[in-house]
């Protein structure tokens, strides 16, 4: 194994891992998740977690928590800031001083782009990115691209389409810096209102062939992944203009019949209704499956996080 980049740094943005980082993680998820319960639980043990989720969450939180689990460390946060001293008026910055005073990694989600640097810059203790604004989820595409991996069997040659709310996921945006370390197509699939920020992938434009569509079956045949976005109503400055969009796309066995047989469905989730219920039992639907690697992986993020040879 080389070095371990990540021991005792943030993990913020995924433009801060090259392609020799991101593989480092996959093989240390591979070799952690088929560690030894005993072993594994060495990784974590006495080590806290603490986690501060100022927007919802299922995933994120709890696949970090069941990592840490694993570990053999525990966890601690808030996941309600009502239910903490936010609701009085606390700063971001005093609440991640505080928390840092408490455990040895710091997971937090926050609704304003740049929210984890300036977090990372005040504790003491590594911070993970669990989602920033419409910015990042750095942790969501390494969970994305290991998926690929585990289920095509690569990364390298896939034709990807990324389709639905290419203007508020955040998901995608670090979806598509992490893809640019691969020689994939990607072809983004959205309303017009809900196109892709151009500036925030300026520094991706070139290394990465980008096509732009409105029409899923315009591509449909050729994809070897469709990755599906929920339409961000939260985000929207005004629901009407939700409304207009909402229910544009749906997975469902109608668009099976015309992909390729082999097709893979993935979602970051939650789904609301861009996914058909009736596709889940499919082969096509890894979405489930995606969530489960989600806790693999962050349990070696962990690892590697808190020490500095973990395998
Ligand atoms: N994918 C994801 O971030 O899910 P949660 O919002 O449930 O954490």
């Given amino acids: ?20 980082d991101l593989e480092f993680i996959f093989r240390s998820t591979d070799k952690i998740s088929t560690l030894r319960p005993n072993e594994k639980s060495e990784l974590g043990k006495g080590r806290t977690l603490g986690y501060i989720f100022y927007e919802p969450s299922t995933r994120t939180r709890m696949s970090f928590e069941a990592a840490m689990a694993s570990l053999g460390g525990s966890s601690i946060g808030i996941f309600d800031p009502k239910s903490s001293s936010i609701e009085k008026g606390e700063s971001l910055a005093d609440t991640i001083r505080i928390i840092d005073l408490y455990s040895d990694v710091i997971i937090l989600r926050h609704p304003l782009d740049g929210s984890s640097r300036f977090a990372g810059e005040l504790s003491r203790n590594p911070i993970i990115n669990a989602g920033s604004g419409s910015e990042e989820h750095p942790t969501q595409a390494m969970l994305d691209l290991y998926t690929m991996l585990k289920e095509k069997k690569k990364i390298n040659n896939l034709t990807i389409g990324i389709v639905g709310d290419l203007k508020y996921g955040r998901t995608v945006y670090s979806l598509l810096y992490a893809l640019a370390n691969y020689n994939v197509e990607v072809h983004l699939i959205s309303p017009s209102i809900l196109g892709i920020r151009k500036e925030s992938i300026y520094d991706i434009r070139k290394k990465l062939k980008l096509y732009e569509h409105s029409q899923l079956e315009d591509i449909l045949p050729k994809l070897d992944v469709i990755y599906v976005t929920r339409i961000q109503r939260e985000r929207f400055p005004d629901i009407q203009e939700y409304e207009k969009v909402k229910g544009t796309y749906t997975i469902d066995n109608n668009i099976l019949t015309k992909a390729k047989p ?5 979602h970051p989730m939650p789904r609301m209704e861009e996914i058909s219920h009736s596709i889940d039992d499919t082969n096509n639907a890894i979405y489930f499956k995606q969530a489960a690697y989600g806790k693999e992986l962050r349990a070696a993020l962990l690892a590697l996080v808190l020490n500095e040879n973990p395998i």
């Fill in 262 to 266: 082999d097709v893979s469905i993935m």
């Fill in 1 to 20: 194994m080389p070095n371990n980049h990540l021991y005792d740094h943030d993990i913020v943005s995924i433009k801060d891992f090259t392609k020799q």
